[in-house]
């Protein structure tokens, strides 16, 4: 039998946003809309923790950092899960697992995602896939059962560094509920919606090589319907009803198969210093300010300013793809312009102010913008400064020194 190529069956990462009105109209999933209505709840309080789920057979969580989607787990095939997706949508990618820290509060798969953001070795793109597709397996995976609950567990003491960059945002998360109700439709419309997708299919019996039709590579018993998908690019839907008439006629079974190693992290009791480290003196280092302006030519002229005073700079032309390299640098301040292409400074000014990497570092407006209104906004909202283009350098000097000490 060849494999199906069924175009109802659209692509796991191919869905668009939908409001939860719209999802109670296309589901009768009541565990799935409440599940959606919690979630909205939750992101509009900004909370910060984990939604721990149970069913009968599974159990998983949701972390979420103010109201934002960090990661989702499940302890049934975890590493194979991360596996797929990440051989999937980053296949150039082999991050090292042993030079990761553990981390209580948030899961590993997640600080290997920030890693390889801050080191460039894969995009905010590529890792908010393997965020998206992981939390729409494991939550398809558990929806059907009516016996699912949520319970909510509070953290707000956690910090992270790019949560708020690496995160799915509820409008995000909504559109994979309304994927899994669409999935859960045709599931049933197919007859497959009693399959099991982290189980192997592997033949009963001897089976004809020319009767598999080029499956016989994919019933090995080591990979599961997921992988299968994952491998050949496919809704995993179109790949189980492409079986079910092999299954039907009893000439494959599905089972369990066991997951991969968990990987090896480094201990958290690491000594940050070497006796030999101890010993040296370490030069006092330059305190760094920060420019978020999509003009080359403002960042090069305050870059003169600033490095001739002693400080250092990193200009950040575009904020959204930037987010990584300011969490990385930390800098002590930062200089922050309300007109750039396809984003609005105020909108960028509170994405930093909600996380707490950023909550105490002084930001000054920095805009040709010079009118009451955005005056009286900015110190509103709390800015530090509102500084007008173009700046005197004594001008910019003074902001210097009244907020950061040498």
Not at 81 to 98: D, G, K, M, N, Q
Not at 184 to 204: C, D, I, R, T, W
Not at 220 to 241: E, P, R, Y
Request: charged share 20%; net charge positive.
């Amino acid at each position: 039998m060849a494999i199906n190529n069924v175009s109802t069956y659209t692509k796991l990462e191919d869905y668009s946003s939908s409001s939860v009105r719209t999802l109670k109209s296309m589901s009768g999933n009541k565990q799935l809309i409440k599940l959606a209505e919690y979630l909205d709840g939750l992101s509009q309080r900004s909370a910060t923790g984990k939604v721990l789920l149970n069913s009968p057979a599974k159990e998983g969580q949701i972390n979420l950092f103010y109201g934002r989607l960090l990661y989702a787990t499940s302890p049934i095939h975890r590493v194979r899960r991360w596996e797929r997706r990440v051989r999937l949508y980053c296949p150039e990618w082999h991050p090292i697992t042993s030079q990761l820290l553990s981390d209580p509060d948030k899961p590993w798969e997640y600080l290997l995602l920030y890693e390889g953001i801050t080191k460039n070795q894969i995009t905010i793109s590529q890792a908010k896939a393997v965020i998206r597709t992981v939390t729409l397996e494991i939550l398809f995976s558990m929806s059907p059962y009516p016996e699912l609950t949520h319970e909510w567990e509070g953290n707000p003491n956690s910090k992270s560094e790019l949560s708020l960059g690496l995160s799915l945002c509820y409008r995000e998360i909504e559109a994979i509920l309304t994927k899994i109700a669409h999935m859960q439709y045709l599931s049933q419309k197919a007859g497959v919606e009693s399959f099991n997708l982290n189980l192997a299919p592997v033949p009963k019996k001897p089976i004809a090589p020319e009767a598999l039709s080029g499956w016989g590579k994919y019933l090995q018993g080591n990979l599961t319907l997921w992988d299968i998908a994952c491998k050949l690019q496919k809704s995993v839907l179109a790949v189980s009803n492409t079986l079910l008439p092999l299954i039907n006629k009893g000439l494959v079974q599905l089972r369990t198969i066991p997951d991969l190693p968990e990987p090896n992290f480094q201990s958290s009791l690491v000594k940050a210093n070497s006796p030999k480290e101890t010993d040296k003196t370490i030069p006092k280092k330059k305190q760094l300010i920060a420019c978020i302006d999509d003009s080359a030519v403002i960042i090069e002229t305050l870059k003169q300013v600033v490095i001739s005073a002693g400080y250092e700079l990193i200009g950040i032309q575009n904020p959204i793809k930037g987010f990584v390299e300011i969490a990385k640098n930390k800098p002590d301040l930062i200089f922050l312009d309300l007109e750039m292409p396809d984003v609005n400074g105020y909108t960028v000014y509170q994405f930093l102010r909600q996380a707490p990497v950023f909550e105490k570092i002084p930001i000054i407006i920095f805009t040709s913008r010079n009118n009451l209104i955005d005056r009286s906004r900015a110190k509103l909202i709390g800015a530090a400064e509102f500084l007008n283009k173009p700046a005197k350098p004594e001008e910019i000097l003074k902001i210097l020194k009244k907020h950061l000490s040498m």
